[in-house]
């Protein structure tokens, strides 16, 4: 591990004092804890130090020794011990913690880093010039799955690439931080799949048999009062394999009759086909959606292929599939999308059979971001890259 010491003491305050607020707060975690146990509030109140001031300074380790009732190097072994707390002064808008660790250096960690060098300063822990940003390389920060990540303050900011981290940097710089959503900077929830769940996902419902007709009313069978309550639980009338007298002397009559006609004839007797080997006669199936017409008023107007038509699946929702069938309708470009009105939406919904998830993923505000300034300007109104 390596060493660490306090700031020099040009940069060293001459003294630390809690805000009225922090005070408060300091005095009321110090009571969350047994009596003769107060100094295991040591690491809260030295955290609270530091978000107050911006890094640990050696006047609030003594503050806080003094009101612990503990030794100075007791707190001083707390504060150079646990890398979370900063020693030197740090950027005062961003102190941007890089991890380093393999699954994100396996994602493109050294890229971030080689990016805080050139766009903060060549060395870690050492402020830019206007002391707003600085930046270190840290161990693990608990999001692998959603490497490469960063850390400012006590948000993280992962999936990341080169352009979205210098945009956050360019944010932060600013005084603009709070425009930034932390987590993930891609089209995916927390840490599921990118896409969305692929698993323990509700079944889809399938529609309702019909109910079979009645042979006709005088076939219905009457059940005796004693049997009442059996006759809820019996299977229900759209079974084809179920067998009543009346289905099954219906049967037998229609066997006999294929047999009488085939003996007639001089053939073999053919087993008649039964309701269970042609289920899809008596069950049916749903009817297909059907797709609007090709000649509709509101469908989008195409245009011809251009030589190099816009990159379409950058817009979320649109994967390659998709771009192939808008293909054919005559859209290439990101302004063609733009320009949609709400009937042109709702064709191509329908068309698409997508159901509602144009509106959902707002196509048109990605394509205008898209036709006006490509993917920086995507980043700077969405504050992600697009897929």
């Known amino acids: 591990m390596s060493v660490r010491r306090l700031a020099e003491e040009n940069v060293q305050p001459a003294a630390f004092a809690f805000s009225k607020d922090n005070a408060a707060w300091a005095k009321a975690t110090i009571k969350k804890y047994p009596k003769g146990r107060e100094q295991s509030a040591v690491i809260p109140l030295l955290m609270r130090a530091q978000e107050q001031d ?8 003594e503050s806080v020794a003094d009101m612990l009732a503990m030794p100075y190097i007791r707190v001083l072994e707390v504060a150079t011990f646990y890398t979370q707390f900063q020693l030197k002064p740090v950027g005062t808008r961003a102190h941007v913690q890089v991890c380093g660790t393999t699954p994100c250096m396996l994602r493109g960690s050294e890229d971030l880093i080689n990016l805080c060098k050139k766009r903060i300063h060549p060395n870690p822990l050492t402020p830019n010039e206007a002391g707003t940003l600085s930046w270190e390389e840290v161990e693990c920060q608990g999001t692998c799955v959603n490497a490469p990540m960063v850390m400012i303050f006590k948000d993280t900011y992962e999936d990341l690439t080169v352009p979205q981290l210098e945009y956050i940097i360019d944010r932060f710089d600013a005084g603009k931080g709070a425009d930034v959503k932390p987590g993930p900077q891609i089209d995916r929830i927390f840490s599921a799949p990118v896409g969305g769940p692929t698993t323990l996902l509700a079944p889809e419902k399938k529609p309702a048999a019909p109910r079979a007709k009645k042979v006709n009313d005088d076939a219905a069978v009457s059940v005796p009062p004693s049997n009442a309550g059996r006759a809820k639980t019996a299977a229900p009338e759209t079974d084809p394999t179920l067998k009543t007298p009346v289905t099954a002397k ?16 001089g053939g073999k007797v053919a087993k008649p086909e039964t309701a269970a080997a042609t289920p899809a006669a008596l069950v049916g199936k749903p009817a297909d959606t059907a797709k609007p ?7 989008p107007a195409g245009i011809a292929k251009p030589a190099t038509p816009d990159d379409l699946k950058l817009i979320s929702g649109v994967g390659p599939k998709i771009e192939g069938i808008l293909h054919e309708l005559g859209i290439f470009t990101f302004a063609q999308v733009a320009g949609w009105k709400k009937a042109e939406r709702e064709w191509v919904d329908g068309y698409l059979n997508f159901k509602g998830r144009i509106e959902r993923d707002d196509w048109v505000k990605q394509a205008k971001a898209l036709a006006k300034g490509g993917e920086a300007e995507y980043i700077k109104v969405f504050g992600k890259k697009p897929r």
């Open 54 to 61: 911006g890094w640990v300074t050696k006047a609030a380790i």
């Open 250 to 265: 219906a049967e037998s009559a229609a066997n006999d009759k294929v047999a009488g006609d085939t003996k007639a004839e």
């Open 293 to 299: 017409s090709l000649e509709d008023k509101n469908r």
